[in-house]
């Protein structure tokens, strides 16, 4: 079945609507849907509303809405992946693995040793359609809020804002192993925001790693013994933390 992100009030209301542009070019032009194909409408904010496919012309696609407007459930948990800008194609495939998983927010990272085209207070509109097609793939109700990219210092004050522990990957001493340190904290994974601080390819500068670690909600963590590349260390991190935030009690 077909999927496509519109407004809130489009799920509203009886009959066939028109789509906006964007969502009817990707209908049209990418899906190829035809008349009389199913079609869920979604709204990123945990309502769907399943339809059908009217009419499909060069000048506008036409949906009829069937049934009830639902409320989906949420993600088990509110992660926020403060995630330090990898090389393009890396970066690509960790926000969609990110937005299929139902991460609540991304926000890119300039640290030291990132290599990257964007600059602070960019948020490419590329990343907000591979949001968008993940929500769309993985048939989930909240769409992956995307932040403007911030700096290093600008990364430290939100992560000391977030209200919640920051599980920070690294190699330091004193770093405890990811799976007890969720565990200590099951309870409290479904209760309110959790972080995620990942580093980029170099990893993180000396001093970069400590004023993170300096954080009141730094938990510093290892992931094992093995090293990790960028995407793989978040899609590990985020993933032990749903599931053990899908069996909580």
């Known amino acids: 079945m077909h999927c496509t992100i519109v407004p809130t009030e489009i799920l509203a209301g009886a009959g066939p609507v028109a789509l906006g542009e964007a ?25 769907a509303r399943d339809a059908r496919v009217a009419a499909v012309s060069r000048r506008e696609v036409l949906v009829e809405r069937l049934g009830e407007v639902l409320s989906l459930p949420p993600p088990p948990a509110r ?15 960790l926000l969609e693995k990110a937005g299929e998983l139902g991460v609540g927010r ?15 207070g960019e948020a490419p509109e590329r990343w907000r359609r591979l949001l968008e097609a993940a929500l ?13 990219a911030v700096d290093w210092a600008g990364a430290l004050d939100a992560m000391r804002a977030l209200g919640g522990p920051v599980f920070v990957g690294s190699l330091a001493p ?20 959790v972080g995620w601080l990942v580093g980029p390819e170099g990893d993180f500068a000396p001093e970069e790693l400590a004023s993170a670690l300096a954080l009141p909600c730094a938990v510093p963590v ?18 032990a933390t749903f599931a053990l935030a899908a069996g909580a009690r």
């Open 23 to 47: 969502e009817a070019h990707h209908l049209r032009d990418v899906l190829r849907a035809r008349p009389g194909e199913a079609l869920r409408l979604v709204d990123g904010r945990g309502a």
């Open 174 to 193: 004193g770093a405890r192993p990811l799976g007890d340190e969720l565990l200590a904290r099951r309870d409290a994974l479904r209760a309110g925001p």
């Open 136 to 148: 769309c793939q993985s048939g989930g109700g909240f769409l992956t809020d995307l932040a403007p």
């Open 222 to 239: 290892t992931l094992g013994p093995r090293v990790l590349r960028v995407e793989t260390a978040a899609v590990f991190g985020l993933s």
């Open 106 to 120: 991304v926000v890119p990272v300039l640290s030291a040793r990132v290599v990257a085209r964007v600059r602070r």
């Open 79 to 93: 992660i926020v992946l403060f995630q330090c800008i990898a090389k393009p194609a890396r970066m690509d495939w």
